[in-house]
């Protein structure tokens, strides 16, 4: 089944400790994107990557990193978690850049 | 700022109604656009996209139209079921870069009443 598979699910953690969110696709997309969601915000993009090894900020790349070491694999990494970075993450996949599939979400609270 | 959003918030349509779910953009430069439905609990499901050289397209029981006049785009969804209660987001392609810089609207809540 072509799917993008994200984990964990839900996260609980503290400010200042490292973490990684996975996210991997099945379906051979070059593109994929990190985004989160807020309320009354909307989808906000992270991070995305146009290919292995090519990844560029999108419009809220503060305190977050990621590697695209290979073309499944696009985890989302916090160095030190604050507060205002609870929220519900997607990862998201593309053959073209344009129709993109969504992961089911990791809902990351941090206290 | 670029910014793509909606006219309402939240709508609520009798089974078997048409709904219309509008979109404001910004950006007159974008070249794509999209209707994205998230369900609750669910990621964003891809419903239909269009181009900015097109007015119209028509997908399965949907249609969205472009007035690029007006910056205006709206995703009309016919014999509205109960299974199209979800939230909708349209996006918009400012950089015409494909693959980055979607910018998402806050989204519309489709309540479909019985």
């Known amino acids: 089944e072509a799917q993008v598979t994200q984990n964990p699910r839900y996260l609980i953690t503290v400010t200042g400790k490292k973490l990684t969110v996975t996210c991997s696709q099945n379906?051979?997309?070059?593109?994929m994107s990190w985004y989160r969601q807020d309320p009354g915000l909307g989808l906000r993009q992270i991070y995305y990557?146009?290919?292995?090894?090519?990844?560029d900020k999108g419009d809220v790349p503060e305190g977050y990193k990621v590697s695209r070491k290979e073309k499944r694999n696009f985890p989302l990494i916090l160095e030190s978690p604050s507060p205002n970075q609870t929220s519900l993450y997607f990862c998201a996949s593309s053959s073209t850049g344009i129709e993109q599939y969504f992961g089911p979400g990791t809902r990351l609270t941090v206290t | 700022g670029e910014s793509v959003g909606l006219h309402l918030p939240t709508l609520s349509v009798q089974e078997g109604d048409n709904s219309i779910i509008n979109c404001a953009y910004s950006n007159s430069a974008s070249d794509y656009f999209i209707w994205y439905k998230q369900e609750s609990g669910k990621g964003p499901q891809f419903i239909i996209d269009?181009?900015?050289?097109?007015d119209k397209r028509q997908g399965q029981r949907v249609t969205v139209l472009l007035n690029k006049t007006v910056k205006h785009l709206s995703l009309q969804i016919a014999a509205t079921q109960p299974g199209d209660s979800a939230v909708y987001f349209c996006a918009e392609n400012p950089t015409n870069n494909y693959g980055q810089n979607f910018v998402f609207g806050p989204g519309t809540r489709l309540s479909v009443l019985p």
């Open positions: 379906m051979n997309h070059e593109y």
């Open positions: 990557s146009m290919n292995v090894e090519v990844t």
């Open positions: 269009i181009r900015s050289n097109m």
